[in-house]
């Protein structure tokens, strides 16, 4: 089971990113997939997981109508769309796949594997 976060980047405050996370060694449409965020001294934050079925999603209420999550199984990928970015949003960024529950969990610890994560800076 691998995952692969990329897409990070240095990005001014109210512009957009999108991350992608591919997977491998196991389907996207079985397991869910989360994404998380964590800066020094800080726990990691989840911000939005997707369903590994129908899509549905859940989302951190601090991104709420900023980000939005989505897939595409064909590809095994699954995205973070960034949009509105502020310099709160900074951190690594990682995409992990957690057991298909529903909804799919917001705790890091539910969690079974975990990409390297990819380096979000959002500064003027």
């Known amino acids: 089971v691998q995952l692969q976060a990329s897409g990070g980047g240095l990005v001014t405050p109210g512009g957009s990113l999108r991350l992608s996370c591919v997977v491998s060694?196991?389907?996207?449409?079985?397991?869910?997939v989360g994404w998380f965020r964590q800066v020094p001294g800080k726990e990691r934050e989840g911000v939005s997981c997707i369903n590994s079925d129908d899509r549905s999603f859940v989302i951190s209420d601090s991104v709420k109508g900023r980000f939005s999550i989505s897939k595409e199984d064909y590809v095994n990928t699954v995205y973070l769309q960034m949009n509105n970015l502020k310099p709160e949003d900074a951190g690594v960024y990682f995409c992990a796949r957690s057991p298909p529950w529903r909804p799919c969990p917001m705790q890091a610890s539910s969690y079974q594997y975990w990409g390297q994560g990819t380096l979000v800076t959002v500064s003027s």
């Open positions: 060694g196991f389907s996207s449409n079985l397991y869910s």
